[in-house]
């Protein structure tokens, strides 16, 4: 619904015409002179309308002075003339004044409205043009703004390296231009001055890749000695169809920070990798090195040292980072399963590959995939897995067609690889395309100043794991965690103090918290465990007082292996004996074993010292309870439960001499 101004001397014509706009949904304000049709535009009268109609002869007056006044007052109301008098004269006159219309009287109802109709639609889209250009000026007013306020040096070039924008403070720079209109159109080298060489590699790479640039940190010597340290980037420029007009220059001044890393020597961790000691410096120097490339990283380092978070800390800092983080266990998965693990099969491949899937080394196109236990892969797999390290290339299990990825390597182990390809178990060229470049990571032992840094992030963490406000470890905790040799490293000392977090229940954890191996390496005295102590079969008999210990039976007889599995006790009683192979399977066994194939050891020393009277005899101290028995012998319960069958000491109904159960 529009609002419309009809100016016309005669109250028929102002009457139809209004007739005629009202009933297509506007609203007609009529005026009979230009004085009353003046006021109609104040905004006291409710502001200027959407579409004026007026006649050019008015009882004195002209209708063209009035429209050189509303484009005066508002210029962009559209204007429709009406004239019973036409001419070529006002014709020229009307369009010189910007009219939107010139109509010849007598005017019909659907010219009237044909025309009024154009109008408003050409106003509309006037109105979104102008709404759309201010708009835009508005949000470039905005950029404008914030381009210069932003403290980073920024610069934007074209294809060509000429500068097209220099924010305040890329123009502060020693020795750059200093007015914006000095900047504009002129050489990069020459507009940036002696920081132009630090800061055009990374230009020189997105302007040729196209893509945005590693992020890498450069230093300037100043003219007065000092030195000032920038993290630069660059970044792809794009117009609105696509197409490349340049690229964008980041330069972040991290003097200061670079001051303070400096003065504390090193950063206190990365990416939960926790440190301030040397070797943690080093580490972080690496990692920050190596995240900035596409090389193959090959991370060693004991058990426990954190190689799956380097890898994360490699991928998080890189190019790669919004791209996918691929982790396998390379150790987890047998031959077959591996193979189509990292690379996928089609279906019918093998028995049971009942669809297609795409493998890990596909997922992680893109981004990183981290092979850990590298060491412990087959010959067939690793042959694959030097053609991915050389040409980027595989083919899944069982097709034929080849699939090309984009895809950075990082390998992990603890084991000595060098060794692996001296036995030929590791293909000399796979270990020298993963071994481009090698991260070691410390053993926490090589590394106990970082143990108290170390104790406050775990704490922090179960603090907030269960809901609880310990304060720390008190000093006697920490110096027994400082003597602990950690031979499980950092995964052993999280262990240790979720340990003592749990049996803790003060606000600190105290030494009595710690696992017993943590309190014996700092020399104290830990007490003896609550269970029931192992006796040595040798010395059961001394702890059973006269009488207690039963007497001697004659052993069942057994047959010969061969002539069946029944026994016969020295009452007669029939028992059944299973053999190996056969009825109850055999008890496992995890002791030592002989080059034959006997175990040997302690478990198995007293299972052969294991008699008659001392089972009766532990079975009576236990209560009857077998488990416990077993726990007083030394030996497990399957030997109890096969010694009470050899003994004689089972009756018909299952029960032992001991009496009772489990």
Request: hydrophobic share 40%.
């Amino acid at each position: 619904m529009a609002k419309i101004l009809l100016v016309d001397d005669e109250e028929s014509i102002r009457f139809t015409l209004s007739a005629f706009l009202r009933r297509d949904g506007h609203v007609v304000v009529t005026a009979a002179s230009l004085d009353e049709a003046a006021r109609a535009l104040e905004p006291a009268n409710g502001g200027p309308p959407d579409l004026v109609v007026t006649d050019i002869v008015l009882r004195g007056e002209n209708g063209l002075d009035f429209t050189r006044l509303v484009r005066e007052r508002c210029p962009f109301v559209p204007v429709i003339l009406l004239t019973g008098r036409p001419s070529v004269e006002s014709a020229v006159r009307a369009v010189s004044e910007g009219a939107e219309q010139y109509l010849i009287k007598p005017v019909d109802k659907e010219q009237m409205l044909q025309a009024a109709r154009s109008a408003l639609r050409h106003k509309a889209l006037d109105d979104e043009r102008r709404s759309l250009v201010a708009e835009r000026e508005n949000l470039r007013v905005h950029l404008e703004a914030v381009f210069q306020a932003v403290p980073d040096v920024l610069v934007t070039v074209t294809p060509e390296l000429r500068v097209q924008r220099m924010n305040l403070a890329a123009r502060e720079l020693p020795g750059g231009a200093r007015e914006a209109r000095q900047t504009v159109g002129r050489r990069f080298d020459e507009a940036l001055g002696v920081f132009a060489p630090l800061f055009r590699p990374v230009l020189d790479e997105t302007l040729g890749t196209r893509r945005a640039s590693r992020r890498r940190r450069v230093s300037a010597q100043l003219a007065d000695g000092r030195e000032q340290v920038f993290e630069i980037e660059a970044a792809p420029l794009a117009g609105t169809g696509g197409e490349f007009l340049g690229a964008l220059l980041v330069a972040r001044d991290v003097t200061r920070l670079a001051g303070l890393e400096e003065a504390l020597g090193q950063r206190a961790g990365m990416n939960q990798i926790i440190g301030r000691s040397t070797p943690m410096c080093e580490l972080f120097r690496l990692l920050d090195e190596l995240a900035q490339t596409d090389t193959t990283v090959l991370i060693t380092g004991e058990s426990g040292t954190g190689k799956e978070l380097a890898a994360e800390a490699l991928h998080r800092g890189g190019p790669r980072a919004l791209g996918p983080l691929v982790k396998v266990n390379c150790s987890a998965l047998s031959e077959h399963l591996l193979e189509s693990e990292l690379f996928g099969h089609v279906r019918g491949a093998f028995t049971g590959a009942v669809r297609d899937r795409v493998g890990r080394f596909q997922l992680a196109h893109g981004g990183t995939i981290f092979l850990d236990e590298i060491g412990d892969v087959s010959s067939a797999v690793q042959l694959k897995l030097l053609r991915v390290l050389q040409e980027r290339e595989f083919e899944r299990v069982g097709d034929t067609r080849t699939v090309k990825v984009d895809v950075r390597v990082i390998a992990a182990t603890n084991r000595p690889l060098l060794d692996l390809v001296r036995s030929g178990r590791l293909r000399e060229d796979l270990y020298y395309r993963l071994r481009v470049v090698e991260l070691h990571l410390p053993a926490l032992r090589d590394r106990r100043s970082d143990i108290p840094l170390l104790v406050d992030h775990f704490v922090e963490q179960f603090n907030i794991h269960f809901h609880r406000r310990v304060g720390g470890v008190t000093p006697a905790a920490l110096n027994a965690l400082m003597a602990h040799a950690w031979p499980g490293n950092v995964r052993e000392l999280r262990h240790a103090l979720e340990h003592g977090f749990i049996l803790s229940r003060g606000d600190v954890i105290d030494v009595d918290a710690l696992p017993p191996e943590v309190r014996i390496a700092a020399g104290l005295t830990v007490p003896a465990p609550s269970i029931p102590r192992i006796i040595p079969c040798e010395d059961v008999s001394a702890h059973f007082g006269p009488g207690e210990m039963a007497a001697p039976a004659a052993p069942p007889r057994i047959p010969p292996h061969g002539a069946g599995h029944g026994g016969v006790f020295p009452d007669g009683t029939p028992v059944d004996l299973p053999l190996a192979g056969r009825g109850l399977p055999q008890e496992p066994y995890g002791g030592q074993v002989n080059e034959d194939g006997a175990p040997h050891g302690p478990e198995a020393t007293r299972r052969q010292r294991l008699t008659r009277e001392l089972l009766g005899g532990a079975l009576r101290r236990a209560g009857g309870n077998k488990a416990r028995a077993a726990r007083l012998l030394g030996v497990s319960r399957q030997t109890v439960y096969r010694k009470l069958v050899e003994f004689g000491m089972a009756d018909a109904d299952g029960e032992d001499e001991g009496g009772g159960g489990d």
